[in-house]
């Protein structure tokens, strides 16, 4: 089992940035690709940013290339988003996901708000 929980969410103007935290526990070296998606208001979840757990593979969705960045401390098995240039369009609950070569993970999700 793998268990991921998200925090850093808030409510922040427009331009401005934001870090989204994962931090991953349990059997964190099964996990293959951890990611970040997001589902705004009436809208479908969505791919935001994925990276392969053993390094490299950085994917973004091209709403976020250049504005977000996904890292990773290994230390803490924590993932970051770091978001700048926040747009109103960004609002939304973000989820970090994990996947191992069985299962499929979700984080609760945390709520950013973009105001304009």
């Known amino acids: 089992q793998v268990q991921l929980v998200e925090s850093g969410g808030g409510l922040v103007q427009a331009g401005g940035s934001l870090r989204l935290s994962c931090a991953a526990s349990?059997?964190?070296?099964?996990?293959?690709?951890l990611g970040w998606y997001r589902q705004a208001p009436g809208k479908e979840r969505e791919f935001v940013a994925r990276?392969?757990?053993?390094?490299?593979?950085?994917l973004y969705a091209d709403s976020v290339k250049g504005r977000f960045t996904i890292s990773r401390n290994n230390a803490k098995d924590t993932v970051y988003l770091q978001m700048n240039s926040l747009k109103p369009e960004d609002t939304a609950i973000y989820y970090c996901?994990?996947?191992?070569?069985?299962?499929?993970?979700w984080g609760q999700g945390t709520q950013l708000t973009v105001s304009s």
């Open positions: 996901n994990a996947y191992t070569y069985s299962d499929e993970y």
């Open positions: 349990g059997r964190t070296n099964s996990i293959v690709v």
């Open positions: 990276f392969h757990w053993s390094g490299g593979g950085i």
